[in-house]
């Protein structure tokens, strides 16, 4: 059975073993363990995660994974930092991803998101803060740029 929690100390010791602690994002770092988020929990194990981090006038998500695909985890997350961006009177919504994501990239667009920017080797300058990103992605798609979408609220 599908569980959907707010990210809370006790939930936050398994995000490590769940994905990464850092995500460098337009040349910023985040520290997962600091932001506010949702999991998905199926039998008490984390399937899914999204954090966001909000200012002023938008609500960046900063990560969203899913372990389980076509179950509607992502959406469902996403949805839920939508509202949560609305009720706080955010204007938009945006994240980040990588230039070889593009099962990422037709996601966002299936669920409304648009293209706002594509920053030309951020990914490779993101590298000097995080090593570990690596050089090459998904089929084999060298990682280099950044591709920022929006959603207008």
Request: with cysteine.
């Amino acid at each position: 059975m599908m569980v959907i929690k707010e990210l809370d100390d006790h939930l936050r010791k398994g995000i490590n073993d769940f994905r990464g602690m850092i995500i460098v994002s337009r040349n910023q770092v985040h520290s997962l363990e600091k932001l506010p988020g949702y999991v998905v929990l199926f039998d008490g194990e984390i399937k899914g995660l999204i954090t966001y981090n909000m200012n002023e006038h938008d609500c960046e998500i900063v990560s969203l994974d899913s372990k389980v695909e076509g179950q509607g985890i992502g959406t469902t997350l996403i949805d839920l930092v939508i509202a949560k961006a609305r009720e706080d009177g955010c204007k938009r919504v945006w994240l980040i991803t990588s230039n070889d994501n593009i099962r990422a990239i037709r996601f966002y667009q299936k669920r409304g998101f648009n293209i706002k920017a594509v920053y030309e080797n951020a990914i490779t300058e993101a590298r000097k803060i995080k090593p570990s990103i690596p050089l090459i992605g998904f089929d084999g798609i060298p990682v280099r740029h950044e591709i920022e979408f929006d959603y207008i609220l």
